[in-house]
């Protein structure tokens, strides 16, 4: 459950988000990780960014190793070893951004698993049952992407929206059958996606009809997909005007420093994204300013300072000098992403924190 | 300076040998941090693998990031921020091993830089500066190791042991020149190295050559290069009633648990070998009784275990399970190698601590 604690003058708010697993402080962060494992970090180094709900994501954890046993070995919990908080997505994105070969049904979308070749359908109601198995505290209902298909956009985009609502109606209804019973304090929460793309009238719609449902969280779904900057804060600012301010607000996707902060300026209250690190892997991090670094530069090769001056991350505070780092990179060891990576997500963290009491 | 403090009734004997950085205990094993990085681990979790000492191999730093580079970041010691002891290699076996393109004259070897396309020559002379500008702590000398090229073995074998004598004391020469007026607190180690393959005569011959020079430490090269275990095995038995007990003995690039075990019955102090990390990444551990168990398998799907039940490594202490690692394999998440590393790491430590007191 929501708790708004205050409203900013700058358009930002602060809250509490009560799971089952733990109540976190809102805006936050969650660093991905994607196959169960923030990649190449322990989940310790993780929590010492600063995060305190993980994101795992469904469609990957469902084709390996498999709910059942993730569930087997304690639910993605006890399986990737974090205590706190877990989201996992309903793997609609990654069924229609990585499966070639789909079918979309009234009933929900087949597609072919890249590794086995088998067809694998996946519908509202089995997300649901994956989710729960996998052990999240915080379950996504499963959407209809194919009005993110630019040649489709304008065809399919109403026709999606409308899908997407039938559908968080039927995982609604199967989320209450699998949980009925299930102590209050125990209780995962679900979260419906508002879709709509960049028309106004559709994301308005879109975001009524979530509102008005029993959801426990807003997610704006169908941004941050390829769209300009201006486009996404023009309708983020759009947007900022028509929530209900009980409930929490997810924007998926988004993990920019610019976008995160005007999007928190804008009412947001959760981020997840692969940016800090995918990038920290290839070498590019944040430094004051939001300024772009790219670590492999020949400029580091003797530069004994850190990453960011300023900066209180584990690379930083240790004294990882960019210079070794910039030879860690050339030399393809893990290393280097790794420290990159626990640099990039503390910077979104800092930024996260830099609005909260 | 080494010290003997005990021989034990297994063959094994303790000591203490004084570098500059610390006196360690020995006997030990090196873990290899081939360009100054043991693979994806941060120095700390080497360390907290027991590991007293640090290889790292001239011929990559030389290449990149190239020895003065390391020097003005503080040696390796500021570099790759290891305050311990830290031993390097003359650079020789890379050459001959890596480099396709080579040319050997009594001056040196001559080869091409892979990635420059460059000419490189390194000659004993080039090999003492470079290790000094590394900032090592135990240097050890440049020999020729063409006696271990099989087609020219039998012809090759004992010029190169003749050249390798020369070169060793042009490596001592060059030493006492560049570390003259050096305080003895402060004063590296020097390494020779004693050759002759499986010839009993020629090995002989180069051990009583290099133990009668100032070296600090006597190495045995050109074993664990291909040969059979019982070939060396047998030779560790010839060599083991030649040594000189004042000097300590490091038994190069031996790190397989049976070999070890019988190299500590048969007087050896020292040893490295990529094996541990490098099997470690690819899902290879070994487990009590020295048996080999890989993380890959389909059979640790869903096994809640720890890589070892009897082992105090990090990643077993942590309780990361066999599934997780083994699902973190099949996914090429660079954790799963480094905890597979630690475990490995710590496995050859816990060999060598059971002979220590």
């Known amino acids: ?48 960014t600063g995060a305190q709900v993980l994101l795992s994501n ?35 994105f990654q069924v229609f951004s990585l499966s070639h070969v789909r079918k979309i049904t ?69 989320f209450k059958k699998l949980t009925k019973g299930v102590k209050a304090a125990d209780h995962p929460l679900l979260f419906g996606i508002a879709q709509g793309g960049l028309n106004q009238k559709l994301r308005r719609k879109s975001l009524e ?57 804008h009412g947001i209250d959760m981020f997840d994204c692969v940016l800090p690190t995918r990038n920290g892997r290839h070498g590019s991090v944040w430094i004051t300013g939001d300024k772009k670094l790219n670590l492999r530069n020949g400029g580091h090769v003797t530069d004994k300072g850190p990453i960011d001056d300023d900066c209180d991350c584990y690379a930083c505070q240790q004294g990882y000098s960019r210079a070794y780092l910039r030879h860690l990179f050339k030399m393809a060891d893990p290393l280097a992403g790794r420290l990159a990576s626990i640099h990039n997500l503390r910077y979104l963290q800092r930024i996260c924190e830099s609005y909260r009491p």
């Open 209 to 265: 009809f979530v509102q008005s449902t029993e959801v426990d969280g807003l997610a704006i779904g169908g941004l941050s997909v390829g769209e300009g900057t201006k486009e996404m804060h023009a309708m983020l600012e759009f947007l900022s005007t028509l929530y209900d301010p009980a409930k929490i607000r997810y924007l998926m996707g988004v993990g920019e420093p610019g976008n995160m902060r005007f999007a928190i300026q």
């Open 58 to 92: 469904t469609y990957h954890l469902h084709l390996a190793p498999g709910e059942k046993a993730v569930k087997k070995l304690g639910g993605l919990h006890g399986f990737a070893r974090w205590a706190g908080p877990i989201l996992t997505d309903s793997g609609g």
């Open 106 to 174: 009234e009933d929900g979308v087949t597609f072919k698993d890249p590794a086995s070749g088998q067809e694998v359908l996946i519908t509202p109601e089995k997300s649901m049952r994956i989710q729960l198995d996998l052990g999240s505290d915080i379950i996504m209902a499963f959407d209809d992407l194919t009005g993110l298909d630019p040649a489709k956009a304008a065809v399919r985009e109403e026709e999606a929206v409308e899908r997407t609502h039938r559908w968080l109606l039927r995982c609604i209804a199967e």
């Open 1 to 48: 459950m929501f708790q708004e604690i205050k409203n900013n003058r700058d358009g930002s708010r602060i809250g509490l988000l009560r799971t089952r697993a733990a109540t976190v402080s809102t805006p936050f962060f969650m660093p991905v990780a994607t196959r169960g494992a923030v990649k190449g970090l322990e989940p310790q180094e993780v929590l010492a």
